[in-house]
């Protein structure tokens, strides 16, 4: 599995320009754009006048208080690689994302080896999985050359297929996926999916995703 | 494939009751919503006056127009049983709706047969289709007899493998998937998952979901 | 401030009859559903075996677990009546509803007596705020006389203009709703309308909204 | 009315440097998520081989074809100030943006003139219009004195006073809203809104949102 963070919410470079701005960060902007809901100052007064200290006090409260709209004006986009048709199942009942995935429909997913469950080796059952593969495989190309297009002969490929997705969320549900998905009742790889996001999104915003609001998630 | 309509939005006999009204179907419901925004008279006066060519008029004139809100006032519920994790992936995506779905982290469901493509068929191939789900279920109950949990063992089933889930859709998210899912560009599967609730539902709403309102669909 | 509860999601009577089922009502329904996710069993077979004490458990349990779908499952639609545009402000907010709202750009709504807080009777402003309602009602009706058409006159009519809406929600929405609503921070009107729901919907749906499941709510 | 672009959807710094990248767009990045979904090559080799012809054409294709999700990967943030709660209270309907708006609970917003629709100076009635707004002012003034909550006094405040919003809204809502508000239809405030987000965000996305492509918006 491979989680990349390839892009997220960012200021429009010529509005800080414009303004004679510093560049902010996420945070900073959310923060922000929250306390403008409460003040006859404009956001740019806002945007020059606050303090690192204010930043960190207004995201923890936004937490803290469920002020969802908050960390949902933040999104972010995350490339999701070597995962399993049954991660990318669960995956986008998430209804408050937007996904983009590989089709299988019209691309041959087959020269990429299926995701394996740790109990299957630790039953000793790896060779048998792999051997079944290989017949999988084989009888895939087998109904293509036959004259199957590939949108069916696809019925027969296993959950254990690779597939690739992109997902776009905001954070405020991603702090609800987070809450849910890295919970021991998750399944075992869509949680190993969320510990991934988890611990890349706590670089890009440190204060909203701190260990110490998890007790606070929804 | 199974489809049933086993639920949808009513008028609350109650209500019908207390104001001494009669029973009347759900777009005559949305008709009277619809209508009650551009009056001063209220939800019962129209409800008591309106007559079935009005209805019939606003409904037609609110799918011409674009007016989501109207068709978005009733929700169905479809249960929908022997379709494959084709379908029921590419279905789950659909936002807006709500699923539950049979899961197969809990529930063994190789007594059923798996979905069969017609091209299969067609090319000569059923055999070694079936041949072949009987060695994947043959595998699976190995797994599980070797300790694999069931939710680890279905990493070798089949996106053929049946599947049962129920769906709840209100009518403008329903006209949406109705018009992706009917087209000939549609996989064949929820094609034909399309097409039935398309024939269960003009039933029920046949002015709603006439065939002449099909080039407004949104 | 008048509430109704004009339709809910209820049983197809033609699946109940061609199954020869009960009637049943919607918690029956949604823990059925729930159910229906985990076991072999259809839901005919479910429906049929389920006592009222399997039902109590499974809807207390939904909440408890936050499973929403379960409650997500059951529509409701109110009217709503009598409430200012500075609650309908506020309540066209909650995206997950749907609402139809008379609307001011073609229905001249002078006729209804504007809002008035409690507070402004208690602080003895109650004459200067209906004789400046009494002008602006007077300046409304100038300038339409003046050729401003209703959609612009209605820019001087004050928040506590009279309104009307109808709103559709899920019994997951609705759950979050009444939660953030109910709360001794919300605004009194919209409050108001929150404890008529929930005393309206406690009677459809006694064991999901019921107050002992309250500290579960979402 | 002032509406400025405050934020976007941008890529990554940190993954174009780690990768050797140069800075791309937003209809850069969404035009090779799009295409990920139907190749083989991942969505590096994507960004590196892709020459700017290919991206015009996929974007275009993409909103011809009603491919949602394409401009769904891209959000924007503004910030609008000096409207109306007329527009506001129809802007905050749109279910799918998110909404920051600055409360009138606990910020006295009478410093600001009141919105006048150009039909009231047509009318040769802009004078009796801003001595009755002195008149409302004056009241509220006198009933937050006499010990009126500000939260309760803004009963009286008229839809014409100024507001500020923050909204974000993805390109596909985006799209949807641009149709419907630019719209002769529309109300000519919230169409002037819809006018100058549409002339702000083609700068930013000239081929997603341009002029040729409107007979294709959703």
Redesign the interface.
């Given at each position: 599995m491979k989680v990349?963070?390839?892009?997220?919410?960012?200021?429009?470079p010529?509005?800080l320009r414009q303004h004679n701005l510093p560049v902010r960060n996420g945070e900073w902007?959310a923060s922000a754009?929250?306390h403008?809901?409460?003040?006859?100052e404009?956001?740019l007064e806002i945007l020059r006048e606050t303090c690192e200290e204010e930043v960190v006090d207004r995201i923890t409260k936004s937490v803290q208080w469920g002020h969802f709209?908050v960390a949902?004006?933040l999104?972010f986009?995350f490339?999701i690689?070597g995962v399993?048709?049954?991660l990318?199942?669960q995956l986008?009942?998430h209804?408050?994302a937007?996904?983009?995935?590989?089709?299988?429909?019209?691309?041959?997913p087959t020269?990429l080896v299926?995701?394996?469950?740790p109990?299957?080796t630790?039953?000793?059952?790896e060779n048998?999985?792999s051997q079944?593969w290989d017949?999988?495989k084989s009888?895939y190309h087998?109904?293509v050359e036959?004259?199957?297009?590939i949108?069916?002969a696809?019925?027969?490929?296993?959950?254990?297929t690779q597939t690739?997705l992109?997902m776009?969320i905001?954070g405020s549900n991603l702090i609800h996926f987070l809450k849910l998905r890295i919970d021991p009742h998750a399944?075992w790889e869509i949680r190993e999916l969320a510990k991934q996001i988890h611990s890349l999104i706590k670089k890009?915003c440190p204060n909203l995703f701190s260990e110490e609001l998890k007790e606070y998630w929804?």
């Open positions: 990349r963070l390839i892009a997220y919410m960012q200021f429009n010529e509005y902007m754009l929250m403008s809901t409460r003040t006859r404009g956001l709209t949902g004006m999104d986009i490339e690689e399993s048709r049954v990318s199942h986008v009942r209804r408050m937007w996904f983009l995935q590989q089709t299988q429909r019209s691309t041959d020269h299926p995701i394996l469950p109990t299957v630790e039953a000793g059952m048998d999985y079944h017949k999988t009888l087998t109904l036959k004259g199957v297009p949108e069916d696809r019925y027969i490929l296993p959950n254990a690739r992109v776009k905001d399944q890009t929804w």
